[in-house]
């Protein structure tokens, strides 16, 4: 199974940060790689696919990247509605597999 | 709009069985593969099981295979999950999510809570 590792767990930050989530797959997983925001007692929302492109209706201060087996969610400027926590997601293969997330607390 | 609306969450005992299902609108939901997703309490999130448009291909996590069965009635627009042999590490939020084996989960139910306990 590919092991998807999220750092760091948990984060504080204030309004205007920039802030910036990694998870390292545990082997090549190409781009097949989605980040997830979730509030609580709410769904999973899509953010970003494919390790880079922005999902429909998501600001645009929210971001992906890849280095190999890297990637990283960024956001901008840290906005009062983005606090919540982040999961990476892959979907090269089954099973697919999500990080541990990421909470992201005001400070 | 999209809408994925599970039921069929409750309390069972250990041992039981239950069947979830997940009504879909909004959407073709035959030209779409489809995916259970599950979430422990206070804890993150786990895939469960795909299915594809067609019911071609089905896939399990290892935590629920011969246990769980996924099926759809793409007349109904409807995916299901049987549960049988239900454990109390089965006790989670159980969320619908269009996507499949291999897309990312663009669209996602608001989940049915599932509670395995004597």
């Known amino acids: 199974d590919i092991q998807m590792t999220q750092s760091p767990s948990s984060l504080s930050a204030s309004v205007g940060d920039r802030v910036t989530i990694t998870c390292r797959a545990s082997q090549s997983i190409s781009n097949y790689l989605n980040w997830y925001q979730q509030k609580p007692g709410k769904a999973p929302k899509l953010l970003i696919y494919a390790a880079y492109s922005l999902q429909g209706g998501v600001p645009s201060r929210f971001s992906g990247s890849r280095s190999g087996t890297d990637f990283t969610l960024t956001i901008s400027s840290l906005q009062p509605e983005d606090f919540a926590t982040y999961y990476c997601q892959q979907t090269y293969t089954t099973p697919l597999t999500f990080g541990g997330g990421t909470k992201v607390e005001i400070k | 709009e999209v809408q994925l609306v599970e039921s069929g969450g409750g309390l069972v005992k250990p041992g039981g069985s239950l069947r979830l299902s997940c009504a879909a609108s909004?959407?073709?939901?035959?030209?779409?593969?489809m995916n259970w997703v599950r979430q422990a309490p206070g804890k993150g999130l786990e895939w469960v099981s795909s299915i594809s448009s067609s019911s071609t291909y089905m896939y399990y996590a290892d935590s629920v295979k011969g246990r769980f069965t996924i099926s759809r009635d793409n007349a109904k627009n409807s995916l299901y999950l049987q549960m049988n042999s239900l454990r109390a590490e089965d006790t989670a939020v159980y969320y619908c999510?269009?996507?499949?084996?291999?897309?990312?989960?663009?669209?996602w139910g608001q989940g049915t809570l599932v509670t395995v306990s004597s």
């Open positions: 909004g959407f073709t939901f035959s030209s779409y593969s």
């Open positions: 999510a269009r996507g499949g084996a291999y897309s990312p989960d663009d669209y």
